[in-house]
């Protein structure tokens, strides 16, 4: 609607609709000034400007999206996959479900170097007819860590020092040589798979443990993993230095330029499966993030394909805001007893009713494309009202006979997984800390073991000596050789100078 003749569809507007006819000049006593300040325009613009910005992510704030479908297999390797689960985007072969796709590096800021040697984030946003599903892994296998108690704790060692704003190998090794659960994940890390060529050229991995429910109710233990149709691409340090002296955003540029011009990027989801139950016959525990599960034993199940064909419109509106939860699952998706699962699961949703706020889930990128209706109400920036068609605006609240919400009907058998123990605070038993970590020393082709040496020689050179010899242990219980290596990598990089308690790392990254 125009308000007036003169006004075009064109025509600058502020946000309570009214014509703007000076965009150029604030309004003053005289064109030298000063200003008086009841110009409405100006406030509008000002404050809005002001408050551009959200709350970072307080990890994986830097990244970049697209969206896709994903297509069905309706099987899981050969066979039906109904068998396993009833999750109905999975069900009939050629299915599509739309998806939004978030990639990021994970410790620095919104604007940081796409270089970096970082974990890449790989989050997946599924708008299934039951609701949306979230997975939200990373490009690597394993994780750091297997208690969420202890997640602060090793982001805030590999973020900026709090006192010289400098990211500081000392202290990452300070960290890392005290969790001896590291060892794997760092063997990567600091391997080429540490920085991937860009987005589309890596894999992905959900990580944790979850599991699958069939129509019966019952369980599997489930790993995802995808797999890029693009051949799998990594950097050594050198050519990371290289690329990032000409450009740090080329990892968002590559998944964005490919998409226009029309090469459209594509993953194989695989899943691993296991029977739900603690499987003392393995020298690991199946629910433990730091593990991977012997591709021999527990093969790579294809069950579809993810294709990404369309650029956000808005980066802000779409990139930003989507908000990704492990907790968001749908019917026969389910969690494993996973402990670090647990913890991401309340964390994720509780950092974004911080970050973008509570009605997050308002949000189109983050609405489910599906009849959503709900007694919440209110709260800031309220967008509408989770009424269903035809229920009583003046019910909020179930149960009621006015014409309320009713609860869904049940389709299939719940499943009633069975717990029972002390409540304790104990480490799990078979940590195994070492064995896959030197697996993957030997998998590593040369080059690649050679760009791992020769990063841990460099990060490692000016830490305290302490640090050092503890982590020179470490890597001689996952491998022999690996400890030799960095030992006399260490010896011959050792600087002048670099003394017991003294020693200072330069910035790593
Ligand atoms: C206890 C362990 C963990 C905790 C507490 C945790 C917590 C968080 C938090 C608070 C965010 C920011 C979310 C937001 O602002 O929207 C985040 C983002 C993310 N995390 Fe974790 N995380 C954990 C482990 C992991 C693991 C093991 C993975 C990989 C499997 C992972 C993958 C991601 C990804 C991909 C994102 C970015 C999602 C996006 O693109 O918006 N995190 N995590």
Redesign the pocket.
Known sequence: MLSDKNEQEQTLTNRQGHPVTDNQSIRSVGNRGPTVLENYDFLEKITHFDRERI???????R?A?AHGYFEAYGTVGEEPIAKYTRAKLFQEKGKQTPVFV???S?IHGGHSPETLRD?????VKFYTEDGNWDL???N?KV???R??????D??HAFKPDPVTNRQDGERIFDFISNTPEAMHMITFLFSPWGIPANYRQMQG????TYKWVNEEGEAVLIKYHWEPKQEIKNLTAKEAEEMQATNFNHATEDLYESIERGEFPEWELCVQIMSDDAHPELDFDPLD?TKLWPTEQFPFLPVGRMVLNKNPQNYFAE?EQ?????GVLVDGLDFSDDK??Q??T???S???R???GANYLQLPINAPLKHVATNQRDGQMTMHVDLAEGQNPHVNYEPSSLGGLDEAPKEAKDHTPHVEGNVVREKIERENNFKQAGERYHILEDWEREDLIANLVEQLSGCQLSIQSRMIELFKQCDEDYGKRVEMGLQNHRMPGVKEAEGHAANPY
């Open positions: 709350p970072e992510r307080v990890v994986h704030a990244g999206g978030r990639f990021s994970v974990p890449r984030g790989f989050a939200v892994g990373n690597l994780f750091f860590i208690d969420p108690l202890k997640f602060p090793l982001v991995s959900g990580v944790n993030p990139v989507a908000a990704f939860g492990t670090l699962l913890g991401r309340f964390s994720y509780d950092t974004q911080y970050r973008v």
